[in-house]
């Protein structure tokens, strides 16, 4: 009965190799549901658990415990570090995600969803961080603990780091492993948060890929006057001092810069835009726009915050009592700083705006970020994996107008591609941070199934 054996075998590896194929999601989605369930926010949630939980499915896998490290350095602020090894035939590459979240409040969130528990409703995943960045991490550990149980060897060694303090909190994984533990996350380029994909009424229409982002810095205005009693009124004032400062300075527009990134993000979105808008936005991607196309491109706070820095005033603060003339009124001013832009510039324009009776001055550190080349072969291989998985869709690199831990690495030399490849409508995506965050459970396999085939594809060399 040999015919009959081998059928009983072909079928066998057949269902089998299903198996191991439709494990993958379940995996993911228990991580996923046991991640949301770490209340990971700074300063007193564990984001140690965390890294432990996802440490613990890579050894169920197969992993050497000596791949699998959770690093912790402070209480409650551990990072997981783990490598599948390839055969040295290039140099590794790294998978990154942060486990920490922004702090969401149950009675902020529709009744019955709680922020700390993945809740099902239809094909919907609510809770924190299944979006941001959680979803990442959990199909990132999925994908390697597949990869070890098929025996898969990669030709480059395959990092992921699972980090704290991303959103906030002073003990931020990937600069203390880029500090004290840097050999563990070398690697020749990283995948990290910071892009995603747009339905626009259930179709998918393009998936933005983060290579650079804006720079973030906050000043301060201060004006100061010896005051008073407020029924006898002088001719100065520190609030209208204040006030007309920033009077002005919500009329400063600062200079635009249009680079190859800005050029590809105004080409893509140009066909989403009614007909004037879509002018100006061919004219910025042909390289040629007028003055009038730069305006109208600048009256939308999308495309503005892609051509320029920009400053808004964000908190006041005056006086010390209703019958008194104030001493000091101050105004923070945050800023978004093209790369390239300089702490010492947008002071110097601000100050300019401002005039001679107020005060600016930086708070805090500016944090460079280089840029990644969007013509990379990495970028080629993002663009032609997601080409082949959802025809027609537009690949397109994107500048975040936020901060990611992308920049962190980015100025150390490795470069950076920032991608979630799960499709929603953008007012889904604005979720994160904000109440009821949510994922479609479709999206988030479809996003699985596309990073495992990208992961393999990048895992196999130049
Ligand atoms: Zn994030």
Sequence with gaps: MRSTEALACVALALFSSLAS?????????ELLRELVGIRTVHPDGDNTAAARAAARRLLDAGFDPADVQVLEPAPLKGN?????????????MLLLAHIDVVDALPESWTAGLDPFQLTERGDWLYGRGVVDDKAAAAMFVAILARMKREGFRPKRDIILALTADEETGTHNGVQWLLDGHRPLIEAEFALNEGGSGTLRDGRR??????????????????ASNPGGHSSLPRGDNAIYDLAAALDRLSRLNLPARVGPVMRAFAAAYADDEPSALAQALRAIAAGNPSEDDMRRASANPRYNAQLRTTCVATRVEAGHADNALAQKAKATVNCRLLPGDTEEAVRAELQRAAGDRVQVRAKGTLRPSEATDPASAVMAAIAREAQSTWPGVKVIPVMSAGATDGSRLR??????YGILPVFMEDGDWVRAHGRDERITAKGFEEGLAYFDRLVRTLSAGP
Excluded: C, H, W
């Excluded at 194929?21 to 989605?29: E, F, G």
């Excluded at 997981?80 to 590794?92: I, Q």
């Design 21 to 29: 194929a439709q494990a993958d999601p379940r995996l993911a989605r």
């Design 80 to 92: 997981l570090v783990a490598r599948l090894r390839g055969t040295g035939g290039a140099r590794p």
């Design 411 to 416: 100025n150390v030399g490795i470069p950076v």
């Design 205 to 222: 229409i393009r998936m933005g890929v983060q290579v650079s982002e804006k720079m973030y810095l906050s000043f301060e205005l201060e």
